[in-house]
């Protein structure tokens, strides 16, 4: 027995010395988390997230070009004709050729509108009475009527639109039994697209062509008394026909 606890008592030695045996060392607690500032990180906190946050997108502005100016509507010159001409007026299918004289003023001084047309003058006057010309037929004592019934005239309505006149226009002539709208009809050296009006009664047979441009209406007025209306008319369409329409000082 004497042998055998010195024995025991080295074991016990070395199994201390070799750390097997007896209480195990504490273990150190581990370190808390701590967030990315440095701050411990509290047991309520979430964990720290390893989503990276998205690179915003690069948005490049390109400079839209600057609309093109539009261009002013091109000048349109006065056509160069004879000053004595003849014109074709027909009745029925028959046509009869007279000389014609070319007239030309100004239409609208407020917009630099002129016109031109062959007249019949050996039949015709005209007076240019500065917002119309009217064309009247000649009368051998030289007495006109206060109001007459058979005329041709040319005017222009100044910020009009066709549209606006074509329901009305027909007051500024006559009383009238019945007012209609006619197909556009393209008339004049210049192929002005008109819209057409009709108004009439018992004494007098009204048509208007009415041409829309910039600034305004030009308008032209052709009226009969029913007596003249077969002989006058004809003459009158023969005239129109020729009209041009240009732009003063083109």
Same mark, same amino acid.
């Given at each position: 027995?004497?042998?055998?606890?010195?024995?025991?008592?080295?074991?016990?030695?070395?199994?201390?010395?070799?750390?097997?045996?007896?209480? !195990? /060392? $504490? @273990?150190?607690? &581990?370190? =808390?988390?701590?967030?990315?500032?440095?701050?411990?990180? *509290?047991?309520?906190?979430? +964990?720290?997230?390893?989503?990276?946050?998205?690179?915003?997108?690069?948005?490049?502005?390109?400079?839209? !070009? /600057? $609309? @093109?100016?539009? &261009?002013? =509507?091109?000048?349109?010159?006065?056509?160069?004709?004879? *000053?004595?001409?003849?014109? +074709?007026?027909?009745?029925?299918?028959?046509?009869?050729?007279?000389?014609?004289?070319?007239?030309?003023?100004?239409?609208?001084?407020?917009?630099?509108?002129?016109?031109?047309?062959?007249?019949?003058?050996?039949?015709?006057?005209?007076?240019?009475?500065?917002?119309?010309?009217?064309?009247?037929?000649?009368?051998?004592?030289?007495?006109?009527?206060?109001?007459?019934?058979?005329?041709?005239?040319?005017?222009?309505?100044?910020?009009?639109?066709?549209?606006?006149?074509?329901?009305?226009?027909?007051?500024?002539?006559?009383?009238?039994?019945?007012?209609?709208?006619?197909?556009?009809?393209?008339?004049?050296?210049?192929?002005?697209?008109?819209?057409?009006?009709?108004?009439?009664?018992?004494?007098?047979?009204?048509?208007?062509?009415?041409?829309?441009?910039?600034?305004?209406?030009?308008?032209?007025?052709?009226?009969?008394?029913?007596?003249?209306?077969?002989?006058?008319?004809?003459?009158?369409?023969?005239?129109?026909?020729?009209?041009?329409?240009?732009?003063?000082?083109?």
């Amino acid at each position: 027995m004497k042998k055998i606890i010195p024995l025991i008592a080295a074991a016990a030695l070395l199994l201390t010395l070799c750390g097997c045996g007896g209480d !195990p /060392s $504490p @273990t150190a607690p &581990p370190s =808390p988390q701590t967030t990315s500032s440095g701050d411990p990180l *509290s047991p309520d906190s979430p +964990a720290p997230s390893s989503r990276v946050d998205p690179v915003p997108p690069v948005i490049t502005t390109v400079p839209m !070009p /600057s $609309p @093109t100016p539009t &261009p002013p =509507p091109e000048k349109i010159p006065e056509p160069e004709r004879p *000053s004595d001409s003849e014109i +074709a007026v027909y009745y029925g299918g028959n046509s009869v050729t007279v000389p014609a004289e070319l007239v030309r003023g100004t239409l609208a001084e407020s917009v630099g509108l002129g016109f031109s047309l062959y007249c019949d003058s050996a039949e015709y006057e005209y007076d240019d009475g500065g917002n119309s010309v009217t064309f009247l037929p000649r009368s051998e004592d030289d007495e006109k009527p206060d109001t007459p019934l058979t005329f041709m005239e040319l005017l222009f309505i100044d910020g009009a639109s066709v549209a606006s006149l074509s329901q009305n226009f027909m007051d500024l002539y006559l009383d009238f039994d019945e007012v209609e709208s006619s197909p556009n009809r393209t008339i004049g050296l210049s192929g002005l697209d008109c819209e057409v009006v009709i108004a009439y009664n018992a004494e007098q047979y009204v048509t208007a062509f009415l041409y829309g441009r910039s600034g305004g209406v030009a308008a032209f007025v052709i009226s009969c008394s029913t007596a003249d209306n077969d002989y006058h008319r004809p003459r009158f369409t023969a005239m129109l026909d020729t009209i041009a329409l240009f732009d003063e000082g083109a």
